[in-house]
């Protein structure tokens, strides 16, 4: 009773320290910071928090679509928004119907720490996956994470995947950095100051990404497979005109809930 006492007392201070720095969410941070660790470590991990570092980079996991998801200082933490992409990707699959592949092939590029393809195999473990990402860090944790389950190769885009996949990718899909380099500055400081310029700068308009993976996706894609590109609400018209451009046919998901956006291209299947 008197251990339990002293613990409570602990992470009432937590809370206090947390608050202290402006944390919106200081109760469910400290209990969560509470149960990670004791003494010295869970000290460090406090003044990681009260400095700044996001909750996720100091607890070492995101929750994302039900699963704790790995993240490393430095590189992007995955946004529950992305969970649409997720949805998305996985009714399309649902859809495919008769004829579709046993093992459907599944690509993630701008892969980060691989939320979206741990999420996509939680839900469809038979999938063909292969990840792709330029940053080495984020590739490194990306392979922990998946293990056997999927190959992760680092590089430019479409530039590391093997040329088996070309024409034959069912869902391609794409969290790819989409905010205009002016932006970043505006950004809370969780992001601006602790994930990598490189997960977020998206060039002048923030469509740089778009553009580069809607012009390439067509010789990846399989006859009726699907390109899914996160995006911002606002940059949903422009998102979209690059994959109609590229002679995808359209379509623009949106969940207000999680200010969530994903445009869908699809490539017509051949007839005959
Ligand atoms: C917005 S983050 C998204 C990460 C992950 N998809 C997620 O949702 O958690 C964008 C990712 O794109 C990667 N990236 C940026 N430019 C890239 C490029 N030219 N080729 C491959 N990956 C790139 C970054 O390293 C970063 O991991």
């Known amino acids: 009773m008197v251990e339990q006492r002293a613990g409570q007392g602990d992470e009432q201070h937590v809370v206090e320290r947390l608050r202290a720095a402006g944390c919106v969410f200081a109760e469910d941070e400290a209990r969560l910071l509470v149960e990670a660790a004791t003494g010295s470590e869970r000290e460090a991990m406090v003044r990681r928090r009260v400095a700044g570092e996001p909750l996720e980079q100091v607890l070492g996991w995101a929750s994302f679509d039900g699963l704790r998801v790995p993240v490393v200082p430095g590189v992007f933490v995955p946004r529950r928004r992305t969970e649409l992409l997720v949805d998305v990707a996985d009714a399309l699959l649902r859809a495919a119907g008769p004829g579709a592949p046993v093992r459907p092939v599944v690509v993630e590029l701008c892969c980060g720490v691989a ?58 899909v794409a969290n790819a950095p989409y905010v205009p380099t002016s932006a970043i500055a505006t950004m809370p400081p969780e992001a601006r100051l602790h994930e990598s310029v490189l997960a977020l700068d ?23 497979g699907s390109l899914l590109v996160e995006t911002s609400e606002a940059q949903a018209d422009a998102t979209e005109a690059l994959l109609a451009a590229a002679g995808l046919a359209t379509r623009v998901h949106r969940d207000d809930d999680r200010d969530a956006t994903v445009v869908v291209g699809r490539a017509e299947a051949r007839v005959g």
């Open 202 to 224: 998206g060039g002048a308009d923030g469509l740089d990404l778009h553009r580069r993976i809607a012009g390439e996706a067509r010789a990846w894609l399989a006859p009726g």
């Open 115 to 172: 939320a979206v393809s741990a999420a996509l195999l939680h839900r469809r473990p038979a999938l063909d996956l292969v990840a792709a990402d330029l940053d080495p860090a984020a590739v490194g944790r990306a392979r922990r994470t998946l293990g056997d389950r999927a190959s992760v190769l680092e590089g430019d885009l479409f530039r590391p995947l093997p040329p088996r996949l070309l024409g034959r990718v069912d869902v391609l």
